[in-house]
């Protein structure tokens, strides 16, 4: 069932049933044109067209939304932390700075804490490693607890 739905400035169809025996529910939907949508049971039908096995009425008399808006402002580029090397103090990768790419193996000291937030994404590149010495500390994003490596 459709409805609700601005269905206008298609080529051809705004909905073509291709399948026999079958019926497409698309009441309540807005066609282009408050005449309802181009057909042979609507004649004076000036929105999209629609096949045969499609039910369209009623129709919407003006769009449920208006058009979609351009954004102003170009969406942020995705964050991406960069890491290799010694960890030798505390260090927890954050969700707000995931994915974290790992370009270099990564070595955890003895006595140090790796945490790692719930959601958080690693990647590896090849030939690259993560050599716990310390702790890793990491928590399932869907689970209660935390997973202690030593």
């Known amino acids: 069932m459709l409805q609700n739905n601005s269905i206008?400035?298609?080529t051809q169809y705004g909905i073509y049933n291709g399948t026999a025996g079958t019926t497409i529910s698309a009441a309540n939907n807005w066609w282009g044109d408050s005449s309802g949508p181009t057909h042979s049971s609507n004649p004076t039908g000036k929105g999209?067209?629609?096949?045969?096995?499609?039910?369209?009425s009623p129709w919407l008399a003006s769009a449920p939304l208006p058009n979609p808006v351009e954004p102003s402002d170009p969406p942020?580029?995705?964050v991406v932390t960069?890491?290799?090397g010694v960890i030798s103090a505390p260090t927890t990768w954050s969700l707000d700075k995931s994915p974290y790419i790992v370009t270099g193996s990564i070595t955890v000291n003895v006595g140090v804490v790796?945490?790692?937030q719930p959601g958080v994404v690693v990647k590896f590149q090849p030939n690259t490693q993560l050599s716990v010495q310390g702790v890793l500390a990491a928590a399932a994003p869907r689970r209660s607890?935390?997973?202690?490596l030593r």
Do not use: M, R
Request: charged share 10%.
């Open 114 to 116: 790796l945490t790692i």
């Open 8 to 10: 206008y400035s298609n």
């Open 145 to 148: 607890g935390l997973c202690l």
């Open 48 to 56: 999209d067209k629609v096949s045969d096995g499609v039910t369209f």
């Open 82 to 84: 960069n890491v290799s």
């Open 76 to 78: 942020a580029p995705q």
